[in-house]
Structures are given as C-alpha cells and as structure tokens.
T-cell receptor, first 113, second 113 residues
Framework: EPEVTQTPSHQVTQMGQEVILRCVPISNHLYFYWYRQILGQKVEFLVSFYNNEISEKSEIFDDQFSVERPDGSNFTLKIRSTKLEDSAMYFC???????????FGSGTRLTVV | GQQVMQIPQYQHVQEGEDFTTYCNSSTTLSNIQWYKQRPGGHPVFLIQLVKSGEVKKQKRLTFQFGEAKKNSSLHITATQTTDVGTYFCAGLNYGGSQGNLIFGKGTKLSVKP
C-alpha cells in the first residue's frame, strides 16, 4: 500500500527558530496538503498545493508559513519564526484527484519551547 | 467559511453496544468523507459518500449521506474494542478543479470490554 512519508517524526525547537517539515507524497498523486492538529483537537486545514503553486490557504497559514516542492518528490512546510502556539501535530496528505480521498502521513509532532 | 459540526464529542460504550456519530455542514457538500484516527495515529480514510441519500456499508459500519447533502452519519453495530479511536467526518466542497477537506471536531469512541 503506497504511503505518505513524513520526517522528522518529532521536532523540538526554540521559539523564534525556523523549522522545515518534510513530506514525500505518493508518487502518482498531484494534490498535496498540510493540516495540523493541536493535541486532542480537530484536524485543521492549512494549505493545498497543485501544479507547483498554492491553490488555497486558510487563515492559519499566514506570512510565517510557506510551502515548497523543491524537486519531484518532496513537499515541505516551512515555519519561519516559530511561536509557542505552533506546537501541534502537522500532517501532510496527498490525493490523486481533488475530489478523492486523502492519504495522510504519520505526522510530525512539533514542540516549540 | 464552510463549517462542519460533529456530535457527540465523546462516546463511551460497553462492548457490543451500538454507536452513532452525526455530522452537519453549514453548506451543501460535493462529497463527505469519513476518517478514523487511532490514539497516537493519523487519519485513515474509511469511505466517501457522493450521492444524495447514499448509504454504504462496511461490515459493521453504516454510512449515510443526507438528501440535502448537508449531513451524514456513521453507525457502528455491536462495537468491539478494535473500534476505539476518533471518527472524523470531513466535508469537501469543490468548484472548478480544487477543493479542500474541512474536518469536523471528531467523535472520540471508547469501548469498555
């Protein structure tokens, strides 16, 4: 069964530091997403990416966030200057059609101290 | 913006009892998807409903999509301890070529053996 791979599984960072979360979507998928889940809460949409550009982004996805697909396989989320409230589980997901099911990665737990 | 409400937030049942979670959207949906997240895990796709009034079954799980395509339910018959986890509905409302899943808050199911 194809998987979405995320690294690292856990990242601890100092407040104000930059972090890059990495994802390798399923190879034949064209649509990529980042979601986050604060502990025990709902899964919140951050951004969608298609055809090498952002398709949609939520209010959470402000100027400190950026996404990139630097090569044919990786999809990254950068948080420029982390805040305590950025602590959450970040999930990458991919889909082969915009209306189909999403396959989620195992997530990166980000802890900002 | 689009909102997806889900109730109840928590449900504790005795093994063998039935379980139902309900989902309502503030807008008409193109489709609705259900995901299960085991404790410490990531959302895993269960099913997608597309047609008005659609009913789908997966063994002990029955999924319904309302006639107006604004509400949905998941019913589990005779729960087992393996059913433990959080069940999320996620609404998709797409126009053109892009749409994003908006998740409900989830129903956390615990099953007492």
């Amino acid at each position: 069964e194809p998987e979405v791979t995320q690294t690292p599984s856990h990242q601890v960072t100092q407040m104000g530091q930059e972090v890059i979360l990495r994802c390798v979507p399923i190879s034949n998928h064209l649509y990529f997403y980042w979601y986050r889940q604060i502990l025990g809460q709902k899964v919140e949409f951050l951004v969608s990416f298609y055809n090498n550009e952002i398709s949609e982004k939520s209010e959470i996805f402000d100027d400190q966030f950026s996404v990139e697909r630097p090569d044919g396989s990786n999809f990254t989320l950068k948080i420029r200057s982390t805040k305590l409230e950025d602590s959450a589980m970040y999930f990458c997901a991919s889909s082969n059609r915009s209306w189909n099911s999403y396959t989620f990665g195992s997530g990166t737990r980000l802890t900002v101290v | 913006g689009q909102q997806v409400m889900q109730i109840p937030q928590y449900q504790h049942v005795q093994e063998g009892e039935d379980f139902t979670t309900y989902c309502n959207s503030s807008t008409t949906l193109s489709n609705i998807q259900w995901y299960k997240q085991r404790p410490g895990g990531h959302p895993v796709f269960l099913i997608q409903l597309v047609k008005s009034g659609e009913v789908k079954k997966q063994k002990r799980l029955t999924f319904q999509f309302g006639e107006a395509k604004k509400n949905s339910s998941l019913h589990i018959t005779a729960t087992q301890t393996t059913d433990v986890g959080t069940y999320f509905c996620a609404g998709l409302n797409y126009g053109g070529s892009q749409g994003n899943l908006i998740f409900g808050k989830g129903t956390k199911l615990s099953v007492k053996p």
